[in-house]
């Protein structure tokens, strides 16, 4: 029987450049592809250029960890609840550092919270509780990525973690190259992006 839930994504915003940002960009083509092909989907935006996480020291862990049992409500307890509870998440971050920016990294801590992303067995295995059906996390590079691409591995290995099974990685490397074909390259991610939202609608 199917659920009369309206289906969530979350789409985690580590853009730094905000509306120059050609990673956006894509983000947003793939929102616009997705949810026309899927008018009954809602998109929480979190933008982590704009709202800043603290960094999530020890006693701050502690403290939100202890509120999973009693308070799940709290606001320490978002991130962890609205990644658990999305059913397709789009992370949008530029290559930075081999990485991502460091405002992802934080919010991803955040969203690590015992108990409502993932738990553990009472034989002490570790179990992921999000419902996501698909992480996918889309990069610009103004250089080449290659096997360096060290930012989406850390996203398959905490999706992992969390009980999300399909990661899925679009990239659009060497836009700044002179000589490049800048418009060649975002076509070919825009051709990408096309495949992805139909195939995850189907």
């Known amino acids: 029987m199917r659920s009369d839930r309206m289906e969530q994504i979350l789409f985690v915003d580590a853009c730094m450049r905000g509306e120059l940002s050609r990673t956006k960009m ?5 929102l616009d592809q997705y949810t026309a092909l899927n008018p009954q989907c809602q998109v929480l935006h979190r933008d982590l250029t ?11 862990a502690q403290e939100r960890d202890a509120l999973t049992s009693h308070e799940k409500d709290h606001p320490m307890l978002q991130p962890a609840l609205e990644a658990a509870q999305a059913d397709l998440i789009l992370v949008g971050a530029p290559y930075w550092d081999l990485t991502f920016p460091a405002a ?17 067995t009472k034989e ?11 992480l996918v996390f889309i990069t610009t590079a103004g250089g080449p ?5 060290l930012g989406y591995d850390y996203l398959k290995a905490w999706a992992n973690m969390v ?18 074909d800048v418009e060649g390259i975002l076509t070919q991610a825009r051709q990408q992006i096309d495949q992805f939202a139909k195939e995850f609608v189907g």
Request: some cysteine; charged content about 15%; glycine content about 12%.
């Open 145 to 149: 990525i290659g096997n360096l691409n």
């Open 104 to 120: 992802l990294k934080v919010y991803l801590e955040w969203a690590s919270a015992i108990g409502v992303t993932f738990g553990y």
């Open 50 to 60: 704009t709202a800043s996480l603290p960094v999530l020291t020890g006693p701050m």
């Open 163 to 180: 009980g999300i099974s399909n990661t899925h990685c679009l990239t659009a490397e060497n836009l700044d190259i002179r000589g490049a």
């Open 124 to 134: 002490g295995q570790q179990v992921g509780l999000c419902k996501a059906r698909h």
């Open 26 to 30: 894509l983000c947003r083509e793939f």
